[in-house]
C-alpha cells in the first residue's frame, strides 16, 4: 500500500473479510447469521469456547468501516498506517477463523 492507497476501500474489504469469516464460522456452528455489518454483534454470536483476539475497540472500528466509509460522504481521510492495520486485523481473524474450521471444509470447492 502506497501513498496513493485508497484507505477507506482498503478498510471497507478488511471489514467485509472479518464480517464474512466470521458469518462463515456461525453457518458452520449451525448458529443463524444475521443481516448485519455489526461486528461486535457478530462475535457475541460465537460459542464461548471460542475466543477471538479482537478487541471491542478493533471490533466498533472494523464495523464503522462498513458502515460509515461504505459510500462518499463526510468523514475524515483514513490514514495509511490504520488502513495497513486494518488489513492485518484482517489477516488475524482470517488466520484464527481457518485454524478452528476442520480440513474438509476448507478444501471444499463449488464448481
Do not use: N
Not at 20 to 36: C, E
Not at 76 to 99: D, N, Y
Amino acid at each position: 500500500m502506497g501513498i496513493d492507497c485508497p484507505t477507506d476501500t482498503v478498510c471497507f474489504h478488511a471489514q467485509q473479510c472479518v464480517e464474512k469469516y466470521l458469518k462463515a464460522f456461525l453457518v458452520y456452528k449451525g448458529i443463524d447469521s444475521p443481516r448485519t455489518h455489526d461486528i461486535e454483534h457478530l462475535v457475541t454470536l460465537l460459542p464461548e469456547s471460542i475466543w477471538l483476539r479482537l478487541s471491542v475497540e478493533e471490533q466498533r472500528r472494523l464495523t464503522a468501516y462498513a458502515t460509515v466509509t461504505r459510500y462518499p460522504g463526510d468523514y475524515e481521510p483514513i490514514p495509511l498506517a490504520e488502513a495497513q492495520q486494518s488489513v492485518r486485523l484482517a489477516r488475524r481473524v482470517r488466520r484464527e477463523i481457518r485454524s478452528i474450521l476442520p480440513k474438509e471444509i476448507l478444501s471444499r470447492r463449488k464448481g
